[in-house]
Every structure is written in structure tokens, then in C-alpha cells.
T-cell receptor, first 114, second 113 residues
Framework: GENVEQHPSTLSVQEGDSAVIKCTYS??????FPWYKQELGKGPQLIID?????GEKKDQRIAVTLNKTAKHFSLHITETQPEDSAVYFC?????????????FGQGTTLQVKP | DAEITQSPRHKITETGRQVTLACHQT?????MFWYRQDLGHGLRLIHY???????NKGEVSDGYSVSRSNTEDLPLTLESAASSQTSVYFC????????????FGPGTRLTVL
């Protein structure tokens, strides 16, 4: 069945350093790849997403890259700040087009040390 | 402001009891989803709906049911709660067209003793 693998499960960086989280997916028909940030006690919040017709997308300190051939995508956070500390989830769409169904990775706990 | 809410935020129940978790959104979104979140598994889809009177099973639907009588609400029912259903439950909604973004509620922490 469809699967998304996310690595690493935990990541600790110094403030100002960069953080990279990687995901691989199994369904070659996946065409939408969102990243969510979840703070303690809250629901996941979309921070950036990318569609399959784009290789890279940036939004200030956050960027996502997609390699459809290799079926992997990555989240890059530059100049990390303590408020970036949270759990990050990647996801990939599955099923027929526009179903909205997502399969999620296992999550990465990011700790940014001041 | 439009939003998505869940109630209760915390619930403790006993094995075998029926439990209903509420989800309400004010965006007028057609698509609504229920997920459970467990350590090591991320979020897994339980049930989803594309509109009034439409419901569909997700990847972990056994022991759960939903109903959609209006656009705003998608209650999740555990017919006979089991300890394996102890989890954090999230509801999400998405517009039926034009965007892929799912908006999540704050979650309900359910403990089954």
C-alpha cells in the first residue's frame, strides 16, 4: 500500500543553523506534497506545500524540494530560531486526483537550541 | 473568522462505551476528514466525507463511524470503545475545489480505560 517514510525522527540544531528533513513516498501517482508544523497541544498547521510540476518552492526561511524520479522530497529551514521547535510532518496525496486524501510520514521532532 | 473546532478537547471513557467526538467548521468546506495520531505512526485517516450524506472509509476505519447531515459537522463515533483506540483525534476540512490545503482542528485526546 501507499507509504511515506520520514527521517530523521528527531533533530537537534543550534539557533542559526539549517535543518533538513527528508521524506520518501511510494505512490508514483502522488502529485501534492504538504508539510505541516505541529506545536505542543495544537493541531497541525500547513507551512509549505509543493505540487508535482514544480521542483522547488521557497517561502522566506523555508523551502521544499521535490525529486519525482527518486520519489523523495525535503524540507529545508534556514537560520533556525527557537520558535521553529516543533514536530514536522510530511505528507503525500494518494488515490484519484483531487480526492484530498493524504498519507503522512511519522514526524520529526525539531529542537532548536538557543 | 472562519475556523474548525473539536469537542471535547479531552475525554476519558471505559471499554465498551459508545463515544462521539464532535467536529464543526465554519468555512463551508465540502471535504472533511478524521485522523488519529499515535507515536511512530504520524496521522492516519479514519473516515472522510466529500459532502452531505457522503461518507467513506479510510485506512483505519474499523470500530469507527461518521455521519454527515450538514456541511458544517462531521461527528466521529466509536461504537464500542477499546483500549487500542486511546489516541489523539484530529478533524480537518478542505474546500472541494481550487485548493489542496487541509485545515486541522485542535484535536481531542481520548483515553479508553
Amino acid at each position: 500500500g501507499e507509504n511515506v517514510e520520514q527521517h530523521p525522527s528527531t533533530l537537534s540544531v543550534q539557533e542559526g543553523d539549517s535543518a533538513v528533513i527528508k521524506c520518501t513516498y511510494s505512490d508514483s501517482a502522488s502529485n501534492y506534497f504538504p508539510w505541516y508544523k505541529q506545536e505542543l497541544g495544537k493541531g497541525p498547521q500547513l507551512i509549505i506545500d509543493i505540487r508535482s510540476n514544480v521542483g522547488e518552492k521557497k517561502d522566506q526561511r523555508i523551502a521544499v524540494t521535490l525529486n519525482k524520479t527518486a520519489k523523495h522530497f525535503s524540507l529545508h529551514i534556514t537560520e533556525t530560531q527557537p520558535e521553529d521547535s516543533a514536530v514536522y510532518f510530511c505528507a503525500a496525496s494518494y488515490g484519484s486526483s483531487n480526492t484530498g486524501k493524504l498519507i503522512f510520514g511519522q514526524g520529526t521532532t525539531l529542537q532548536v537550541k538557543p | 473568522d472562519a475556523e474548525i473546532t473539536q469537542s471535547p478537547r479531552h475525554k476519558i471513557t471505559e471499554t465498551g462505551r459508545q463515544v462521539t467526538l464532535a467536529c464543526h467548521q465554519t468555512w463551508n468546506h465540502n471535504n472533511m476528514f478524521w485522523y488519529r495520531q499515535d507515536l511512530g505512526h504520524g496521522l492516519r485517516l479514519i473516515h472522510y466525507s466529500y459532502g452531505v450524506q457522503d461518507t467513506n472509509k479510510g485506512e483505519v476505519s474499523d470500530g469507527y463511524s461518521v455521519s454527515r447531515s450538514n456541511t458544517e459537522d462531521l461527528p466521529l463515533t466509536l461504537e464500542s470503545a477499546a483500549s487500542s483506540q486511546t489516541s489523539v483525534y484530529f478533524c480537518a476540512s478542505k474546500s472541494g475545489s481550487g485548493t489542496d490545503t487541509q485545515y486541522f482542528g485542535p484535536g481531542t485526546r481520548l483515553t479508553v480505560l
